[in-house]
């Protein structure tokens, strides 16, 4: 919360700088071409001039804030353009009245009547310069949202290559490795079905785990999804089938769509249920391992909650959560949230991602 408060503040410090540094040089250049006495006989006093800077400066960064971050981007990124269109046309509007009552009611009127501007001539300047302001936001988003759409598939690639490497450097040799999971298959298919079986989970699961998914390292959620319950299938069959596991699926008639639509990182769900199996306790029967997929509409929700283990913690440095994380982040950005929640005895951590957010 504190993070996204200080992007917000730092967004409207980078405008109001800007926006100062074109004020300044405005003034500067009225300055310099008709003298500092006609500028200030223009806008009444030195008062007024100052006020007007003053207020031009801050009205400028809000709406252009406004404009850019709240309008424009979005716009960009969701394609809902009756939406925020209208949202621009009521913005605009709204603008253009406020300025009417500075400059004519609560402003200085004795400038503007001086002047002698008629009220049609003021609405039509007024609105054809809202008008270039909303299109300079629309270039400055596109801009922005073109320079971090870069920045992200670029870390995106780094944390493939990352994975690959790391993949590289613990495997041995797949080709030997998935040829002895074969020929142990081979041989205990008969004798004993169950071992074979897991055997050839963990073969399906290897598989998927070294696959080289795309260029950005997703995979269609479905994908995700059964490999995930594979998993959970494998630890069963370790235990003899003796762990407290709940799974839980609830995906509604106007998800389906969007669950065979939406790609998510390779392991992201996979890491979340072995971070249980790895730090929960599994044998208590009033407190399962729970684990929740709900698909409504354009919402996914994934959550994996459990009973912390009372005996010594297996070593763990948290990077396959903080992988988990970086990654949503980079494919989703605002569209998701990650949760860890803990206490003394319990620890949750929930995958949401809103497909429809602005």
Known sequence: MLESV?????????ILAVY????????FSLISLQGIDATIKQFGSVLHLYSEVIHSIVKGTLVY??????????LIRTGKRKKILMQYLLLILFITFYE?????KTGDPSSAAKANISLGAFFVYALGLDLIMAVISIFIATWIESNDALKREEELEKQKLNAELSAIKYQ?????????LSFIYTKTVRTNPEAAHAVHLLSEIMSYA??????????PLPLEISHMKKVIEMNQIRFNNKLNIDYKENIEQCGILVLNNTY???????TLVENAFKHGDLNDEKNKV??????????????VSNKKKKSPKEPSNGIGLTNVQKRLQLMYGSKHSFIIQEDQDHYLTEININLNKL
């Open 6 to 14: 200080k992007k917000e503040w730092k967004k409207l410090l980078i």
């Open 20 to 27: 100062s540094v074109w004020w300044i040089a405005v003034l």
């Open 65 to 74: 804030y406004i404009l850019i971050f709240k309008l424009a981007i979005p």
């Open 100 to 104: 009417y009552i500075w400059d004519f």
């Open 172 to 180: 041995i040799n797949p080709h030997f490795l998935f040829n002895s």
């Open 210 to 219: 070294l696959e080289e998914w795309e260029d950005l390292g997703r995979v």
């Open 264 to 270: 998510v990182p390779t392991l992201v769900f996979i």
């Open 290 to 303: 729970t684990v929740k997929l709900q698909v409504a509409g354009d919402n996914i929700r994934f959550s």
